[in-house]
């Protein structure tokens, strides 16, 4: 079993929908911990306002501490008595509902009410010797999308002329544009292709619970060059 230990915690733009990580959330040692990213101007210049449970700018040096999961995204958990749980632990993926940080990263802990989600978090260095599993983003923005399905194989490729940001990384189907690699994991992905490294995407799951409009999620990995 992989213990996913930190997540990202990202906000969604209203208008321009784009992600962007505004804090990260992590458990060790018996407690868990919130922290702001350092600079949160630009996210701030487009409305993002300091979360009403974690009201000062406090960053990883001096983050909040809790004995127990932060109500905030705990909430976002369903309860193990819904009668409907197996079903929806089944189709995220998590394979211990009981594991709080597997289902906040699988699930993402989207709710209608507000703007953020979670994601498993890597660092911008890591070297994918664990494949990465995340939702593919950008979906909805793009002009006849690939068609997607369960098992499908994806490719991924660098988009240095993408004027919203240079950094991003297509998933690709068949030669025909099916999303975008997740901002926060861009620069690992991207590092990762331009040094050489062949990176292999397949469909795992749709999302549909809740009602996720046309959300994928897709795994990456490094190809193993030893045939």
């Known amino acids: 079993m992989t213990v996913v230990d930190r997540l990202f915690v990202i906000w969604g733009e209203p208008a321009a929908g784009n992600r962007v990580v505004i804090g990260h959330l992590e458990r060790s040692g018996g ?24 009201p000062e700018h406090r960053i990883a040096a001096e983050p909040y501490v809790e004995r127990y999961l932060f109500p905030l995204f705990a909430e976002r958990i369903p309860t193990l008595t819904r009668h409907d749980v197996k079903a929806m632990m089944a189709q995220w993926g998590v394979e211990h509902p009981d594991d709080q940080f597997e289902v906040l990263a699988k ?10 989600e979670l994601a498993e978090y ?3 260095d890591d070297d994918l010797a664990r494949p990465l599993e995340f939702r593919i983003a950008g979906r909805r923005h793009i002009e006849n999308p690939a068609p997607l399905s369960v098992g499908a194989t994806l490719a991924l490729r660098c988009e240095p002329g993408n004027v919203a940001d ?7 189907r068949d030669g025909k544009t099916a999303g975008y690699v997740p901002r926060q994991y861009t620069s690992l992905v991207g590092r990762l292709l331009d040094s050489g490294i062949q990176l292999d995407g397949q469909v795992q799951r ?12 897709v795994s990456v990995s490094r190809r193993d060059t030893k045939q």
């Open 122 to 124: 890597r660092e911008p």
């Open 31 to 54: 407690l868990f911990r919130f922290w702001y990213e350092t600079d949160l101007a630009a996210v701030k210049s487009r409305g993002f306002q300091l979360l009403p449970e974690f």
């Open 206 to 217: 749709q999302l549909v619970v809740p009602d996720d409009v046309d959300r994928w999620v």
């Open 107 to 116: 699930s993402g802990g989207i709710r209608a009410t507000d703007r953020l």
């Open 166 to 172: 240079p950094k991003a990384v297509i998933v690709d």
